[in-house]
């Protein structure tokens, strides 16, 4: 007997998740759409929350009137991911993104936090990013408390895809946000990353 899933369009789990049948209101579980496969999202940390409030006030500062900064939110990466980084900044829309989420042609970049879920966030997550063109792609690493940095998207002759460039940033480190190349930011990642 052969065994069939169901794979979902992003349209179809944009259904669901407005009939409310994707969150259990007493369980508060958070899902996101990966490939046509609804998955669960792991459980957020201490060390993960500290090291989001923390990022979050320091992109607010760099960031300001420059693009819009979503937190948690969904993004769309056709034709059937729906992914919900901890991060993304996008450009300014007129409409404000309230005729659909970003897609890649409007996202400067991804921001993940890490530690539990590394390898997934690395290794699926991040070739999907890169597989949909996504420019830069940024992985705060709890495990070794390290920003990793993903530039240059490809894809192979057969579709598959990973970025070309992948670099570390420690903890007494800074690093330039290039997505504004007129302009001289700068994120120190000690003020991020939570003090062990």
Not at 38 to 58: F, P
Not at 137 to 166: C, H, T
Request: overall charge negative.
């Amino acid at each position: 007997m052969l065994v069939q899933t169901k794979r979902f369009t992003i349209a179809e789990y944009q259904r669901l998740a407005d009939l409310g049948i994707l969150q259990d209101s007493a369980e508060k579980e958070r899902t996101e759409l990966i490939r046509g496969e609804i998955t669960q999202m792991a459980a957020k940390g201490t060390r993960h929350t500290v090291c989001c409030s923390n990022l979050m006030r320091e992109l607010y500062k760099l960031v300001n009137d420059l693009a819009i900064i979503r937190c948690q939110d969904p993004i769309f990466l056709l034709p059937d991911s729906s992914p919900e980084p901890d991060f993304v900044i996008v450009r300014d829309r007129e409409d404000n993104y309230l005729t659909g989420h970003p897609t890649p042609d409007y996202i400067l970049l991804v921001i993940e936090i890490a530690d539990s879920s590394i390898d997934y966030d690395r290794d699926i997550k991040g070739v999907l990013y890169a597989e949909a063109g996504i420019a830069n792609y940024w992985l705060f690493n709890l495990v070794d408390n390290r920003l990793e940095i993903y530039s240059e998207p490809y894809r192979d002759m057969q579709g598959k895809g990973n970025y070309a460039q992948r670099r570390y940033v420690l903890a007494h480190e800074s690093i330039a946000f290039t997505i504004f190349p007129n302009l001289d930011l700068q994120l120190e990642i000690s003020k991020v990353l939570p003090k062990i």
